[in-house]
């Protein structure tokens, strides 16, 4: 089946000399909710860049849904729709203009384009918001407004760079709400984040880049099955003075209403429980230390890291 | 993308930038046309009357058509130089980059938003200008097209200015350096005849001078130069620039990264 999304030994050098990419290749298939996750500087937004065409590649292929952006290069963007990082729209200019223009920049004739934005600005619950200058909405609402008119051309594939950074959590979840909508009623969504939760909770397929290579390209399941060691807090009813034994795991006293347990890969929590039940104590709540993607991330891009400093040694 | 969905696109442009500078028509309309009675009643009226004629015309009636152009030719420029300068530094421009349009769809829509701007000015102060004088057109044909021709040079001209442009200051170099002196030294207020055979000759050089002489030909019916050869390098200028422009916008110019 033809990808949504093809790249292929994508390099990007900068005019300054700076080497962003160094020759990443992806496919991501139509339908996929795709994650692109990496630490500051590593080519996340310049691959964005590159597909939206306002970054210049300097070598490789890029297909959208078969079509080469370089010679196909306006069925390609047909099916593109994408949300930048920066807001990018004239904070001058009302909500609703900003959405209608976007669909005359795609050709839709004006009485579609206005149907449209309708739709998905109610949807993104800015519909009251239309006649409002876009300097006068919240951080939230400017990017709610960057998501609607992404989609007013209706596009195939929806590119989101960081589209929640500095959203609140309540508006988070409601984004993440619609986003799952409209994978599920057939859009390829790509996102890119630094909320590791974000793309866990969202994303099937996962690929991470560092220093311009992609290090990691699997499905989310396969991902988090590289985790050996997860670490959980309980918290318990009765004052604890040392934190409980349980054989064959690692407890901590966090304090005196809490402590920590880590299981290996393959241990169960029953036997936890049975241990704790045992010894008489109660627990009243547990949850996961750390987000588990964000330790596998950060254990390979450090060692990413480590085997570059260890070659430049 | 299909003719149709890029005429859509061209009309998408065009609307959006008339809609921006009749929404601010205080900063953008009101200024030239104050700036245009002022002169009309200083040089025109007070100082006219001394002058008497200029090649033979009532000096009101020379002025005229030089200050239609002056005005014509400024507001073509500047609007698309702030308008497009504007867009790249709110980074709003990515907003078309991003989209199928062609490459000369953005540049002739925002030059015909320059030249709708430019236009503009010119029948208004043209209206301002029957309060004082009576106006009378010699060649219709030659009128039209010439401030057509004229708008739309500016306008590309404005277009490169804010390709190059980084800051708000590089999009006032231009105007002030350049196109004020070479207007103020086009034969708007003066006949070149009156000048020394040195400096009849460096002026022969100012494109702006054969515009003027080529509209006022439009207007009162004589001429100083050969109106062909001005509507012929009118033309091939305009050409130049707009494959200029368009050869920028192809290759990113300081637009993609």
Not at chain 1, 86 to 94: G, H, P, T, V, Y
Not at chain 1, 130 to 138: E, K, V, Y
Not at chain 2, 191 to 196: A, D, E, G, I, K
């Given at each position: 089946m033809t990808p949504a999304l093809s790249i292929k030994n994508l390099h990007k050098v900068y005019a300054n000399g700076l080497v962003a990419l160094k020759g990443i290749s992806l496919d991501v298939q139509a339908g996929d909710f795709f994650a692109v996750l990496g630490p500051n500087g590593a080519g996340k937004s310049t691959t964005i860049g590159i597909i939206s065409s306002l970054v210049r590649k300097t070598d490789g292929q890029i297909t959208v849904f078969g079509k080469?952006?370089?010679?196909?290069f306006s069925e390609a963007k047909q099916e593109l729709g994408i949300v930048p990082q920066?807001?990018?729209?004239?904070?001058?200019?009302?909500v609703l203009d900003i959405v209608l223009q976007q669909g005359g920049y795609y050709g839709l004739p004006r009485a579609k384009a206005l149907t449209q934005a309708e739709k998905y600005l109610r949807q993104l619950g800015l519909w009251d918001k239309?006649?409002?200058?876009?300097?006068?909405?919240?951080g939230g609402m400017k990017r709610r407004l960057m998501i609607a008119r992404a989609l007013v051309h209706e596009p195939r594939i929806l590119i989101l760079?960081?589209?929640?950074?500095?959203?609140?959590i309540e508006l988070r979840r409601s984004m993440w709400e619609f986003l799952r909508t409209i994978n599920a009623e057939g859009t390829t969504i790509i996102l890119t984040t630094h909320y590791l939760e974000e793309a866990e909770s969202l994303c099937r397929h996962v690929a991470i880049i560092d220093q311009g290579e992609i290090v990691q390209n699997t499905t989310m399941k396969q991902l988090l099955k590289r985790l050996t060691k997860e670490v959980f807090i309980c918290d318990v009813a009765d004052d604890l003075g040392a934190a409980p034994t349980v054989e064959g795991y690692a407890t901590h006293l966090i304090d005196e209403h809490s402590f920590e347990v880590e299981v290996e890969k393959g241990q169960s929590l029953n036997r936890v429980f049975s241990a704790l039940d045992q010894a008489g104590v109660t627990v009243v709540s547990m949850r996961n230390k750390a987000n588990r993607l964000e330790v596998l991330f950060v254990s390979m891009v450090s060692s990413q890291t480590s085997g570059e400093k260890a070659r430049a040694v | 993308m299909q003719f149709n969905q890029q005429m859509v696109a061209l009309a998408t442009i065009v609307r959006k930038e008339i809609k921006r500078f009749t929404r601010i028509w205080v900063q953008t309309l009101l200024p030239p046309v104050i700036t245009m009675s002022l002169y009309f009643v200083i040089f025109g009226k007070l100082i006219g009357d001394r002058i008497g004629t200029m090649d033979g015309i009532a000096y009101m009636q020379f002025v005229v058509p030089g200050l239609i152009m002056m005005a014509v030719l400024t507001n073509s420029y500047s609007n698309v130089s702030s308008s497009f300068f504007s867009a790249k530094f709110q980074r709003s421009i990515e907003e078309i980059l991003v989209s199928p349009t062609p490459n000369v769809i953005i540049l002739l829509g925002y030059c015909a938003g320059g030249m709708a701007r430019g236009l503009c000015v010119g029948v208004l102060v043209t209206l301002l200008a029957l309060f004082f004088t009576d106006i009378h057109v010699h060649n219709w044909w030659v009128t039209v097209s010439v401030v057509i021709m004229t708008s739309l040079f500016f306008a590309l001209a404005g277009f490169i200015n804010a390709i190059y442009a980084n800051t708000f200051d590089d999009i006032s170099i231009v105007p002030t350096f350049i196109l004020t002196p070479l207007t103020y030294l086009g034969g708007v207020f003066y006949?070149?005849?009156?000048?020394?055979d040195f400096w009849r000759w460096v002026s022969q050089l100012n494109p702006i001078l054969h515009m003027v002489g080529a509209f006022r030909y439009g207007m009162l019916?004589?001429?100083?130069?050969n109106i062909w050869l001005a509507f012929l390098g009118l033309f091939l200028a305009t050409l130049a620039l707009f494959f200029i422009s368009l050869h920028l916008l192809k290759h990113g110019k300081r637009l993609r990264a």
């Open positions: 080469d952006i370089d010679t196909h920066e807001f990018n729209f004239s904070m001058f200019e009302k239309r006649d409002t200058p876009a300097r006068m909405l919240s760079d960081e589209p929640t950074a500095g959203v609140d | 006949s070149v005849s009156l000048l020394p019916g004589t001429s100083e130069g």
